[in-house]
């Protein structure tokens, strides 16, 4: 998985799937991207009751874990459900290993690869377009190959648009990883994507509708979500 970074690079194995990790190295193989809204991600709450108001966080739930984000005004649930959920544990980053497929959260500020849309009068799916190759053209640029990306314009249960996109890995990198698989949308002024990959186990079709029903649990609040309220409520059994 590739963490986009203006440093080196090297592989570290973490619960079945390849993670790319920033070190003063060299290597590649299982592809994901994390790109950042100016600076790294806050650091995960471990408290039984989490407090944290400014970062990320996740709280247990009867089929999952509720994942909460509270960063530089933008702020939003998002329920990741599966029997078995492991963080991959890094501050900087967020991977979960969900049933044992991969998923990646990450937000995107729109400055950093469409500061122009304005100008250029782009709406969501032209913004969606405009990432798409920002990130495809990073990951051409670090492997030095050409990649055939796939792409699917989606509507989510709500009416709005997003975007599915995909491409096979490269042949050499795709040991564990077949195809590296992502889903985004607009968000006030970021583009949130969710990543995941198909593998022998888990089909491109598997892969895309474990997003699709992911991100249909999406709730963004135009204030940030108070950590321990919405904790207490999950306890008491109330729906979130």
Not at 54 to 63: L, M, P, Q, R, V
Not at 68 to 73: F, P
Not at 140 to 157: P, Q
Not at 173 to 191: H, I, S
């Amino acid at each position: 998985m590739i963490l986009r970074t203006y440093q080196n690079w090297t592989l570290k194995t973490v619960t079945g799937w390849l993670v790319l990790v920033v070190t003063m190295s060299f290597g590649v193989s299982s592809i994901v991207q994390t790109t950042y809204a100016s600076k790294p991600i806050a650091s995960q709450a471990t408290s039984a009751v989490p407090q944290q108001e400014d970062g990320w966080t996740t709280i247990k739930t009867n089929d999952g874990v509720m994942f909460v984000w509270n960063v530089r005004g933008l702020y939003f649930t998002l329920a990741i459900k599966g029997k078995e959920i492991k963080p991959l544990n890094d501050p900087d980053h967020i991977f979960f290993n969900v049933d044992n497929m991969a998923l990646q959260i990450q937000v995107a500020a729109l400055s950093n690869f469409a500061a122009d849309r304005k100008e250029k009068k782009l709406d969501d799916k032209g913004i969606l377009v405009a990432h798409r190759d920002w990130e495809t053209k990073y990951i051409e640029d670090l492997i030095h190959a050409k990649l055939a990306v796939r792409t699917f314009n989606t509507k989510l249960s709500n009416g709005g648009d997003a975007l599915m996109w995909q491409f096979d890995m490269p042949a050499g990198m795709n040991d564990v990883a077949q195809k590296q698989l992502y889903l985004t949308l607009v968000a006030k002024d970021y583009v949130l994507m969710l990543n995941s990959e198909a593998t022998a186990t888990f089909s491109d079709a598997d892969g895309r509708k474990f997003l699709l029903d992911t991100i249909a649990t999406l709730k963004l609040s135009p204030t940030p979500i108070d950590v321990k309220q919405l904790s207490e409520s999950i306890s008491k059994g109330a729906k979130p």
